[in-house]
């Protein structure tokens, strides 16, 4: 059976009362934590430290509760899973409330992309060889390095940094947390014929990055290096995006100057 994948949302509310009101959840969370759990559980066991007086006997039933949640998806296969947990800080006279989640999800049969063993061979490119033969592999790799939104992010890079200048802000929130302020969205027209619009998105404590294409009334999906099979249908639908890719970088850069 193929192993598990489990990633760990914990969303914290805090009211002053000993009791949970019936508006609890019908707000932004005080503090969010996303990732491993080992990792969220280290987080959040340093926030209840440092930021919200937990000591003793407190931090440990409550850690331990949080620890256990986990069996909701004990037993179980794929999906996402939540519960709830409660504990009253009678120092600060807080309630704080846990809400957590679990999503669970099969690991894929390829290695991820640059896991390498240890003689320092990438394990997912000789996978690749191992199912598709060398000879496809070698036409197909260039083309999946060549196009991605990288490339054509940093074209559009100085426009974005322009955007950007005067609608950056940073609000300043309890407990010295800072929190900045930006445009989440920037949509851009180089031609009557295509549109590309780039997003930003927090993902795991960072900010990520993603670019949505028209060219020509249609979206233009990029290429995927996460797919094992490569057929020569694969290779000629590559190409032929590799194709539309690098009229549209020469669009970007008529278009801008650059």
Same mark, same amino acid.
């Given at each position: 059976?193929?192993?598990?994948v489990k990633k760990c949302t914990i969303?914290?509310?805090?009211?002053?009362?000993?009791? /949970?009101?019936?508006?609890?959840?019908?707000?932004?969370?005080?503090?969010? !934590?996303?990732?491993?759990?080992?990792?969220?559980?280290?987080?959040?066991?340093?926030?209840?430290?440092?930021?919200?007086?937990?000591?003793?006997?407190?931090?440990?039933?409550? @850690?331990?509760?949080?620890?256990?949640?986990?069996?909701?998806?004990?037993? @179980?296969?794929?999906?996402?899973?939540?519960?709830? /947990?409660?504990? !009253?800080?009678?120092?600060?006279?807080?309630?704080?409330?846990?809400?957590?989640?679990?999503?669970?999800?099969?690991?894929?049969?390829?290695?991820?992309?640059?896991?390498?063993?240890?003689?320092?061979?990438?394990?997912?490119?000789?996978?690749?060889?191992?199912?598709?033969?060398?000879?496809?592999?070698?036409?197909?790799?260039?083309?999946?390095?060549?196009?991605?939104?990288?490339?054509?992010?940093?074209?559009l890079s100085p426009m974005i940094n &322009?955007?950007?200048?005067?609608?950056?802000? /940073?609000?300043?929130?309890?407990?010295?947390?800072?929190?900045?302020?930006?445009?989440?969205? !920037?949509?851009?027209?180089?031609?009557?014929?295509?549109?590309?619009?780039?997003?930003?998105?927090?993902?795991?404590?960072?900010?990520?990055?993603? /670019?949505?294409?028209?060219?020509?009334?249609?979206?233009?999906?990029?290429?995927?290096?996460?797919?094992?099979?490569?057929?020569?249908?694969?290779?000629?639908?590559?190409?032929?995006?590799?194709?539309? !890719?690098?009229?549209?970088? &020469?669009?970007?850069?008529?278009?801008?100057?650059?």
């Amino acid at each position: 059976m193929k192993k598990m994948v489990k990633k760990c949302t914990i969303k914290l509310y805090l009211q002053r009362a000993s009791v /949970v009101t019936e508006n609890s959840f019908y707000r932004e969370p005080d503090k969010d !934590f996303h990732g491993d759990k080992n990792d969220v559980m280290s987080y959040l066991r340093k926030y209840l430290v440092r930021h919200r007086d937990f000591t003793g006997k407190l931090l440990t039933n409550t @850690l331990n509760e949080i620890n256990k949640s986990s069996n909701v998806y004990k037993s @179980l296969g794929e999906g996402t899973y939540e519960t709830i /947990v409660h504990a !009253f800080n009678p120092r600060t006279e807080i309630l704080y409330t846990f809400k957590i989640k679990y999503e669970v999800k099969r690991m894929p049969d390829m290695p991820y992309g640059y896991k390498t063993n240890n003689r320092g061979e990438n394990l997912y490119e000789k996978r690749l060889i191992q199912r598709c033969g060398g000879d496809r592999f070698s036409r197909y790799q260039p083309v999946i390095q060549n196009v991605n939104t990288h490339a054509l992010l940093e074209l559009l890079s100085p426009m974005i940094n &322009e955007q950007l200048k005067d609608r950056v802000s /940073v609000t300043f929130l309890d407990n010295r947390d800072v929190k900045f302020n930006y445009p989440k969205k !920037f949509k851009f027209t180089p031609s009557d014929n295509l549109t590309i619009t780039v997003a930003f998105d927090r993902w795991i404590g960072r900010i990520v990055s993603d /670019v949505d294409i028209i060219y020509n009334g249609y979206r233009l999906t990029l290429l995927d290096s996460d797919n094992g099979k490569i057929t020569e249908e694969k290779i000629n639908s590559a190409l032929n995006i590799a194709k539309k !890719f690098d009229e549209i970088c &020469e669009i970007v850069k008529k278009a801008y100057n650059l």
